[in-house]
């Protein structure tokens, strides 16, 4: 007898003044993969089963699930044979490659009736979002998300975009996808060390927005924290977060700003490592910190703020932080700068999305709008205290 699949579907209804009324499914499945052909000619837009579908994909990714893939999809598409495999690295999200690949579709035939598929991480997604925006005026494409992180963040919302000289995701659109598919079982292959990535964008979820996450994750054993035994029965629930914020605030004017909790710190960290030290480990930096000035400034139950402590204390325990980690908290002037110049700051100081309780996140100030005014002395003294942890 065949094994029932567990299957899960989350529908995000968009609804936006300038782009009107979408949806974006989310679909999970161990082994979707094999029939994603079938999947996306359900869902597309257009119903031409010979129109174009490139395959975007990373040299990583493509040696590991592409034909798989692709076989998938040539069962229904009939010019599905086309993939573009970009190298493997936060290097390839740039203004060059997107223009490159770009060349490629215009080369390829793709028109306005083609889709785009995004096989891999983040990074695959990010960039072949932004191309889907912008080849001519925008086209439908698809996120097959390859890592822990992009399973359950950054497929998810439409947040596109490259990195410039200047910064990280610093030219970007937001363009849903039709749909994201997520197969568990890539998950297999994924290298440990990116693992954390996905697990730290797990925690913060569930001190957001979902206690009972949180529970399970306290009830893991300690060695198995970062085991995907653990982590991938997770996966529906984390997405069904980031679906329920998305639906609410496509466009990060109001609640989307809470999945930015840890990432205040968390970024002005990673920044002044200049991108050596992992999101994930700065983002478990970060939330350590934050909860600490979410605690200071009576925001944070004293209860949760403990339990949260412990948990990303545990998380600590699991992954090394490295010395270098430890020199940057030192240079506390260059963090401020670069926490000033983060995205929630304003001419009047830096803003931080802040918990009250495991499970909800504070409004933030006067305007509602979930970042909460900080002083720069908080600030330098959320990072003194994440000395003393490490010490
Ligand atoms: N759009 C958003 O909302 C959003 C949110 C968070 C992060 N991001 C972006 O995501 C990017 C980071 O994404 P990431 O952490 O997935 O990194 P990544 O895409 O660079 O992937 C990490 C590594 O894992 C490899 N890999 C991917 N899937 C694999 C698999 N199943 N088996 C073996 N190897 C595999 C990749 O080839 C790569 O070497 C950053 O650019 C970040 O800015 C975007």
Known sequence: MEATRTRAEIPIHLESTNKGRRTCEVIIEDGILDNLGDEIAELSSSKDLGRRVVTVTDSH????????????????????SSTIEIKAGEKSKSLVNASALCDKLAKLGTDRNSALIALGGGVVGDLTGFVACIYKRGIEYFQV????????????????????????????????????????T?????????????????????????????????????????SLET????IP??????????????????PRATLNFGHTVGHAIESASSYSLSHGRCVILGMIAES??????????????????????????????????????????????????????????????????????????????????????????????LREHLA
């Open 145 to 184: 998300p390859t890592t822990l992180l992009a399973q359950v963040d950054s497929s998810i919302g439409g947040k596109t975009g490259v990195d410039t000289e200047w910064g990280k995701n610093q030219l970007g659109t937001f363009h849903q996808p039709r749909a994201v598919f997520i197969d568990p």
């Open 237 to 254: 629930s984390v997405c069904r977060i980031k679906a329920q914020i998305v639906a609410k605030d496509e466009t990060e004017v109001g």
């Open 292 to 385: 600490w000035v979410a605690w200071q400034l009576d925001l944070f139950e004293e209860r949760d703020f403990s339990r949260s402590q412990e948990l990303l204390e545990r998380l600590l325990n699991e992954i090394a932080v490295s010395q270098k980690a430890r020199q940057l908290l030192g240079n506390k002037k260059e963090l401020t700068r670069l926490a000033m110049s983060d995205k929630k700051s304003t001419t009047s100081g830096i803003r931080m999305s802040l918990p009250e309780r495991i499970g909800r996140m504070s409004v933030g100030g006067p305007d509602g709008n979930y970042k909460v005014p900080v002083s720069n002395e908080m600030f330098v003294a959320s990072i003194n205290y």
């Open 61 to 80: 990714v493509g040696k590991l699930y592409g034909s798989k893939l692709l076989t998938g999809i040539s069962k229904e598409f009939s010019s599905a």
């Open 186 to 226: 890539t998950l297999d292959t994924l290298p440990k060390k990116e693992t954390i990535n996905g697990v730290a964008e797990i925690v913060k979820s569930a001190i957001v927005a979902d206690r009972r996450i949180f529970d399970r994750l306290c009830d893991a054993q300690e060695s198995d924290l970062l």
């Open 231 to 234: 982590l991938k029965p997770l």
